[in-house]
T-cell receptor, first 110, second 113 residues
Framework: AQSVTQLGSHVSVSEGALVLLRCNYS??????LFWYVQYPNQGLQLLLK??????LVKGINGFEAEFKKSETSFHLTKPSAHMSDAAEYFC????????FGTGTRLQVFP | DAEITQSPRHKITETGRQVTLACHQT?????MFWYRQDLGHGLRLIHY???????NKGEVSDGYSVSRSNTEDLPLTLESAASSQTSVYFC????????????FGEGSRLTVL
């Protein structure tokens, strides 16, 4: 069965520090993978997507993610956190329908 | 500009009442989805549709129904609202499977007293 696991419901970093949000997927077939961001009181916006082309995917706002089939992972990173990155981040897997992880809330401290 | 809109944005109702949340998209997308978002659970799929007259159950479909009579709309109905259905509901659409981005509405916050 298709599933997505996000490790860590909360992540806190200092402004300028590396951001690492973890996502592991489970699927019987290679899925398409996505990261979405949700700012307070808003819907979700696409950050980036993996669709079986390049394994390193670059998204908006300086975020990127690397697809590692051997580890069934699709972790999201950003070299230097900004205060405006504070939000909730969702990893999602798509075979026939889009399934989301439980989300990771990112806090950025000055 | 094409968009996806949900209404109402906020609703308070009583246990046992029927409630319908509207979702309307102007992209002419075939795929439409309803999710509920609850703390600690992320987004859970309620129902989805791949086209007119097509509806499918998601992982938390009990107590909910949808109908797809045209491409633009996928209303979500709670036949008899329960307090456990207090949540934020999001509608989303896309062109087709594996086409990439899912476009989300701004959400409908439902409180069942």
């Amino acid at each position: 069965a298709q599933s997505v696991t996000q490790l860590g419901s909360h992540v806190s970093v200092s402004e300028g520090a590396l951001v690492l949000l973890r996502c592991n997927y489970s699927s019987s077939v290679p899925p398409y993978l996505f990261w979405y961001v949700q700012y307070p009181n808003q819907g979700l916006q696409l950050l980036l997507k993996y669709t079986s082309a390049a394994t390193l995917v670059k998204g908006i706002n300086g975020f990127e993610a690397e697809f590692k089939k051997s580890e069934t992972s699709f972790h999201l990173t950003k070299p230097s956190a900004h205060m405006s990155d504070a939000a909730e981040y969702f990893c999602a897997s798509d075979t026939d329908k889009l399934i989301f992880g439980t989300g990771t809330r990112l806090q950025v401290f000055p | 500009d094409a968009e996806i809109t949900q209404s109402p944005r906020h609703k308070i109702t009583e246990t046992g009442r029927q409630v319908t949340l509207a979702c309307h998209q102007t992209w002419n997308h075939n795929n439409m989805f309803w999710y509920r978002q609850d703390l600690g659970h992320g987004l859970r799929l309620i129902h989805y549709s791949y086209g007119v007259q097509d509806t499918n159950k998601g992982e938390v479909s009990d107590g909910y129904s949808v109908s797809r009579s045209n491409t633009e709309d996928l209303p979500l109905t709670l036949e008899s609202a329960a307090s456990s259905q207090t949540s934020v509901y999001f509608c989303a659409s896309r062109g087709g499977p594996n086409t990439g981005e899912l476009f989300f509405g701004e959400g409908s916050r439902l409180t069942v007293l």
